[in-house]
């Protein structure tokens, strides 16, 4: 037998010593990065508007959506991990958004994109996940075409808000039984010169004309969006004559759109119809109220008139020091859609909260029956509360509510998207 020296038996020793040592302390360091990696924050990226006239939008957006963030991390978060909403400004310019976009997912490392941009933008963000294959809620905007046209949808992509097909619908036929008491049969638009002003306007008066045929458009104006000054405008709506005036201006710019107004007494000679009206934001900032002003309803603590709306509207005013609008709403749904996709599939991949999300029901206080579905074929959500009514100076701010009927708008949508292509 061979036989083996000291030194050569103390050599292999040391050597298999050194091997489980090495072995060991990469078992711990992974585990330690695992820990490490499991107490790291899930970061949602949110581009918005946080400069200008609109800046509302992205402070009401960051604040619904983190209101929701809030309550999950104090719930422990996704296995211990919580939730960290990163805003970045994007100035509501389309180059700009899809810069932040991919900042927010290259640089900051947001694995999911809270889209809070204006429809000016949204379709710039849009193009950005869809190459990166991020999940993206929309959660502003409107613009029907970003998810009814098959063409612009992405499979990764979903929308929270609000949709323009949906209030046109209700708002169209709302005006028409007005068409038909008063006779208004002349009729002008004043709406914001990009993607959604002009997609609500022609949607509204489709289905308008639809009920009443007999409603003629006798001219339009397209004031900029964030446009400064609208005498031209307001000009030309004088010169006019029209009986009643279609706008789809909201925000700032209706504030600034009816304080100018006033000064020539417009709506003195006219009845204004502006889906975009019944929102606390705007109706504290407006200078003089008109009377007789017809809204859609944005948001309201009272509209739907449930204890869940009001005990939310509270909760957040608490929370923020100011009253809930549209915006907030929305983003609030928006990441409780996402919330309730990662509790259903324990992870933050794309694809599995793609899946989860597409088709799924969720309690909300913003629902007509206490739910608010994200309808699979579209990505969009249907089911939330939709009225319109006359605005008053004073709470509740809306009277006279007409809720609409999700039965009949989800039949006029599918004959719509028939005559279009889109189905």
Known sequence: MK??????????????????????????????????????????????????????????????????????????????????????????????????????????KCQIILDSEASSAAFAVQEVIRQTGTLCMHACSETTSLTANPKIRAANAF?????????????????????????????????????YGRDVSALFFHFLKESEPSVEVVSETWPKLFAPDYTENITKILQ???????????????????????????????????????????????????????????????????KANADWAAEYQKKFNVPPINWSWQNYVGMTFIIEAMKKTGSVDSKALSDAIRG??????????????????????????????VIIPNAPYLEDIKPADWNVILELEKDWKKKKGYI
């Open 240 to 306: 006019t004559k029209p009986q009643a005036l279609y706008s789809a201006l909201y925000g700032g710019d209706l504030v600034t759109f009816i304080d100018q107004g006033n000064l020539y007494g417009l709506f003195d000679q006219l009845t204004l119809f502006d889906p975009n009206m019944a929102d606390y934001t705007t109706l504290e900032a407006v200078k003089k109220l008109p009377k007789g002003i017809h809204s859609g309803d944005r948001y309201l603590s009272t509209f739907p008139n449930t």
């Open 3 to 108: 036989k083996t020296s000291k030194l050569g038996r103390s050599r292999r020793d040391f050597l298999k010593s050194a091997a489980a040592t090495a072995a060991f302390a990469a078992v711990g360091g992974l585990a330690r990065t695992a820990r490490g990696q499991s107490n790291e924050p899930i970061k949602i990226g949110q581009p918005t508007i946080l400069s200008g006239r609109v800046a509302r939008l992205g402070e009401s957006s960051r604040d619904g959506a983190q209101m929701a963030i809030d309550a999950f991390n104090a719930a422990g978060g996704l296995n211990g991990r919580k939730l960290q909403l990163v805003t970045r400004d994007s100035k509501g310019r389309p180059d700009e958004a899809a810069r932040v976009v991919r900042e927010l997912i290259n640089t900051d």
């Open 360 to 389: 799924m029901t969720i309690d909300s206080p913003f629902g007509v029956d206490g739910k608010i579905t994200m309808r699979a074929e579209d990505q969009t959500i249907i089911n939330y509360a939709i009225g319109w009514g």
């Open 159 to 195: 929308r929270c808000a609000r949709q323009d097909i949906h209030d046109s619908i209700a708002g169209g036929r709302y005006a028409a039984q007005f068409v038909k008491q008063q006779g208004f049969k002349r009729w002008m638009i004043c709406s914001p010169d990009y993607a």
